[in-house]
């Protein structure tokens, strides 16, 4: 006896449309790939390094302790890592299919294709506002044009704060060239 081992047409067609919603319009390439991935982690040393400093250890910094309380600095530290972590991995958006069309558990607009420009000019202003950002830590890093770091109490605390927040000023330029990847994935003709 034959066992039937075809399956329904239902399955099948459910199978295909899964596999439609879950890959992007076209194929992201290898370096937006490694580039999401990076992100988070870049993010994550400045996160850690600030955790102590909402409990009032300074990190070698030569300053006075903060005046407010530590019920007020501990949560707003974690708060601020956990944002600089989530909005790290919103950043791989950018190259998955959730950022061109909404997930199904979304209420409304399951399903539906999202405008790309809706995700690209929030994702270019946060670049350029993170490349800002690391603009000030170069003239503050290296004291050109008047501008000055914190003081520390000594050299390797520098070196530690200047790696550390030197990874996290990757960031922007990252997100602006995984933007530019996505704008050309989602708004150009295919060549």
Known sequence: MA???????????A?????????????????????????????????????????????????????QPLWVTIPYVFALSLLSEAFALLCSGLVRWW???????VPVFRGRRIPPFLVIV???????????LSVDWLLCMFEIAGFSDVPYTNGWW????????????????????LTYGYYRRRCRPEA
């Open 99 to 105: 950022g061109e069309t909404v997930p199904a558990w």
């Open 158 to 177: 520098a070196a530690l704060a200047g790696t550390v927040s030197g990874l996290f000023t990757l960031w922007g330029p990252l997100v602006l060239a």
């Open 15 to 67: 199978t295909q449309t899964t596999k439609a919603v879950r890959s992007t319009e076209r194929p992201v390439p290898r370096w937006a790939e490694i580039v999401a991935h990076a992100i988070p982690l870049l993010a994550l040393p400045v996160c850690i390094w600030r955790l102590p400093i909402g409990f009032g250890f300074r990190m070698g910094m030569d300053v006075p302790p903060a005046p």
């Open 122 to 132: 929030p994702a270019a202003l946060a670049g350029l506002f993170f490349t800002a």
């Open 3 to 13: 066992i039937n081992t075809a399956r329904p047409a239902a399955v099948i067609k």
